[in-house]
């Protein structure tokens, strides 16, 4: 019997398939510009959308949390680590998602993971859009319900995938925004197709809520669409909030059932009061200055432009997140490479984060980047499209 690749083996062969990742040590707060190996880079690969990571009134608010409440919280939320500020935070989102309840995981992964082993398990079904993100996927895979996935977006698709489980209690699951594509799913028509044949249906606005709908509040709430519509709804709070943790949003009766049987929620010790007592202040920020989402709406309209004249490949995405699709890893980390010499940092996306031959520079912005950033960007890319 022919014995197992060793670990050694293994990672020659990530490192000859060019998929080798590695960490660098960034010096400095998150912003529009960063330290990295002591040099300052124009940051255009960070999840902040909203710039609000380095706000000081931000860190102030996690000051005097941790003076208040010290650093941890000592213990599980059941047990003695739910503090009066993790209540007020998850009163207010729930207020921001217009839901009766919210409650707080230590990650989006954990939320992912913990609300679907919660809903579903042996004997119902779980219905997936094939570029969810990897949390989700996990989530489906690992709940011990009968698992497939649907084509990107194909909703004939997934219709006819309900229709083969009608007898078994269904839940579909998808991303609000793709994060590595930028795009938005189709939540009219999901909520459509569920409706009609009594399934349940998960949304995840990782990369919307703090972006878009009035306010921020993202595809589900910004459109109007409750519980009866959407079962949940899943936020991150270290993206466009600029902190760390997640949320789930939904009826009392679905909060109760994950307050029960969410093991990532029940056996996990609590955030910091401190973070909470930050995130609620980024919330407040987040909402009351529309000023941060004309910002980047205007970003993302200069940067298409900008690439088309390049005739640059970008996927169809009014968000964010502007991937340029470059096909294989070695081209993909030849371009990163140039563009940080230039001295932009954009990372390089490569499977098994993105389906091969789809290798990418995926490009995001916040709202403290300038127009002059844009357009050293897109020289910067110019550039080195024109050389690799």
């Known amino acids: 019997m022919a014995r197992s690749p060793s670990i050694a083996d293994r990672l020659a062969d990530i490192r000859r398939r060019d998929l080798r990742r590695r960490r660098r040590v960034v010096g400095s707060p998150q912003g529009r510009e960063i330290d990295i190996d002591g040099r300052r880079l124009l940051n255009f690969c960070s999840n902040d959308y ?104 194909d909703m004939d698709e997934l219709a006819c995938e309900l229709d083969a489980a009608a007898d078994q209690r269904a839940l579909v699951v998808t991303d609000g925004v793709f994060s590595m594509d ?36 993202g595809l589900v709430a910004g459109n109007g669409h409750g519980p009866e519509e959407v079962l949940a709804l899943v936020g991150t709070l270290g993206k466009a909030f600029g902190t760390a943790g997640a949320f789930v949003a939904g009826s009392e009766e679905l909060i109760e059932l994950l307050v029960q049987r969410a093991r990532h929620y029940i056996y996990t010790t609590a955030m910091p009061s401190a973070l909470a007592a930050a995130t609620l202040t980024a919330l407040a920020i987040a909402e009351a200055e529309e000023w941060r989402r004309d910002r980047l709406r205007e970003l993302v309209e200069r940067f298409r432009a900008g690439a088309a004249s390049l005739a640059l490949p970008l996927a169809t995405s009014a968000t964010p997140i502007q991937p340029v699709v470059v096909g294989e890893p070695a081209r993909a980390l030849a371009m990163s490479a140039a563009l940080e010499a230039a001295g932009v940092l954009v990372t390089a996306i490569r499977p098994p984060t993105v389906p091969a031959g789809t290798a990418r520079l995926r490009i995001t912005f916040t709202a403290n980047h300038e127009p002059a950033d844009v357009d050293r960007l897109l020289d910067a890319l110019s550039a080195c499209a024109s050389t690799s």
């Open 182 to 217: 930028g795009d938005c799913c189709l939540l009219p028509e999901l909520i459509s197709i569920t409706r009609a044949r009594d399934a349940w249906l998960l949304v995840d606005e990782a990369h919307s809520l703090g972006v878009l709908g009035p306010g921020g509040r």
């Open 50 to 153: 909203l710039g609000l990571a380095g706000d000081p009134r931000v860190a102030a608010s996690m000051r005097r949390g941790a003076e208040r409440w010290g650093a941890g919280a000592g213990a599980s939320h059941l047990i003695c680590g739910h503090t009066a500020a993790h209540q007020e935070l998850e009163e207010a989102l729930a207020v921001f998602t217009g839901r009766p309840r919210a409650l707080l995981f230590g990650s989006g992964y954990a939320a992912n993971m913990g609300t679907i082993g919660a809903l579903v398990g042996p004997g119902d079904r779980v219905i997936e859009d094939r570029l969810n993100h990897a949390s989700l996927l996990d989530g489906g895979w690992l709940s011990r319900a009968a698992f497939s996935r649907y084509r990107h977006g």
